[in-house]
């Protein structure tokens, strides 16, 4: 099924879907992080953060698991498992009577929800390949993108009318939907003659397989250094807008409004890379990202947070630069894996998270008063990330 030049619209809004439910388990959570906090007995506000960063190290360690058995087991009923180790989890996380028991069922949800995430990469690199792997991954993106714009507002809906674990409870309806369309609509993309024999050394073999490729190591360093310094975003956002600004009753607008930043990004995206190509538009778009970021420094060094527009401005540009990163950078390191995809995408996704949860926690930990922080781990990583795209177009010339 590989290279094809075709344009389906229920592929991709079904491989959105799947990597949506991960969206939602974040972010329809975001306003409740206080309710759930005071509910759990938490008293350093600090700690809510957790409930955002210890999914996503479940997703990382998840897709470890969930990768390589796809290669040998085909990509479908790896999907099904991990929506059933997702369900499991969430009852965890409902049924908590302690910040610690819900940590681990956050974590627990991420290694379940690892598997439609890094699966739907797997499954599209299976189908396209090139520059039109970026196309699709792009769109893709885009609508994975509308999730973060409505969670938010639903998770507050969800809050004023019921309760904090009612947003469990609609993130497993909208999965068990989301599955069901899955099951009766998508066939299998990895054919029983391209699926690796199962042994105890697929892992070890295929990241042998994965680091003979430097480019596929090189972005997804890149991934994890971006993922990292927006994933501190995500943990704050809420304590910035509505602890520092005293934006409570704004903040689903104000995260909605710069979440159609990104999703404006990686529409152009889409309709530019076939065209000028993803590494040339990465490469850009982290200049971009580096400038942005820089220049909210320089002019203000000092610490005093800006009026809400101006910060409100810089995070737009500043996300509007991510949107030509994310699906380009897993595209980039994805092209030469083609042949391991399921492992690749799991070793991808596995690096680039276990990278950026400790970004996130160590930088978040500086986020109290200030949004400064936040802009100097997004021009640090950021200028990292464009040494290794000058280095690599060092050897390429």
């Known amino acids: 099924m590989q290279n094809k030049q075709t344009f389906e619209f229920e592929f991709v809004a079904l491989m959105a879907s799947l990597m949506s ?190 680091l003979k490729y430097k480019e596929a190591v090189a972005f997804t360093l890149v991934s994890g250094f971006i993922t990292g310094s927006f994933m501190v975003y995500l943990s704050t956002s809420q304590q910035i807008f509505e602890q520092q600004y005293d934006l409570a009753d704004k903040f689903p607008y104000i995260f909605a409004s710069l979440a159609i930043a990104v999703g404006l990004a990686t529409f152009l995206n889409s309709r530019l890379v076939v065209k000028y190509g993803m590494w040339r538009i990465a490469y850009y778009g982290t200049i971009a990202y580096v400038i942005i970021s820089v220049l909210y420094i320089v002019l203000f060094w000092s610490g005093v947070n800006p009026s809400i527009g101006v910060l409100i401005s810089f995070f737009a540009l500043q996300f509007f630069a991510i949107g030509f990163l994310f699906g380009n950078l897993r595209a980039l390191a994805m092209q030469p894996l083609g042949h391991i995809a399921g492992i690749g995408a799991a070793i991808n996704g596995f690096i680039s998270t276990v990278m950026a949860v400790p970004i996130a926690n160590y930088i978040g930990g500086f986020v109290t008063n200030s949004v400064l922080p936040l802009f100097i781990g997004f021009s640090i990583f950021g200028i990292l990330s464009l040494l290794i795209f000058l280095r690599l177009k060092v050897s390429r010339t």
């Open 21 to 210: 439910i991960v969206a939602l388990s974040i972010d329809a959570l975001l306003p409740g992080l206080p309710e759930i906090g005071a509910s759990l007995g938490v008293t350093n506000t600090n700690d809510n953060q957790l409930l955002i960063t210890m999914i996503f190290l479940g997703l990382g360690f998840g897709q470890l698991i969930f990768g390589p058995l796809s290669d040998s087991f085909g990509r479908k009923p790896i999907v099904y498992i991990g929506f059933i180790i997702f369900v499991i989890a969430s009852i965890i996380c409902v049924t908590s009577k302690n910040f610690e028991m819900m940590i681990f069922g956050r974590i627990l949800q991420g290694i379940g929800l690892s598997s439609p995430r890094t699966l739907s990469i797997a499954i599209v690199r299976d189908s396209y390949s090139g520059n039109y792997m970026a196309k699709i991954l792009s769109v893709v993106v885009m609508v994975f993108i509308l999730v973060p714009v409505i969670a938010p507002t639903l998770g507050q809906f969800l809050l004023n009318f019921y309760n904090w674990e009612s947003i469990f409870y609609v993130n497993l309806i909208y999965g068990v939907l989301v599955m069901l369309w899955f099951w009766k609509r998508q066939p299998e993309t990895l054919a029983i003659e391209k699926r690796i024999h199962f042994s105890y050394r697929i892992f070890i073999d295929g990241t042998k397989e994965f």
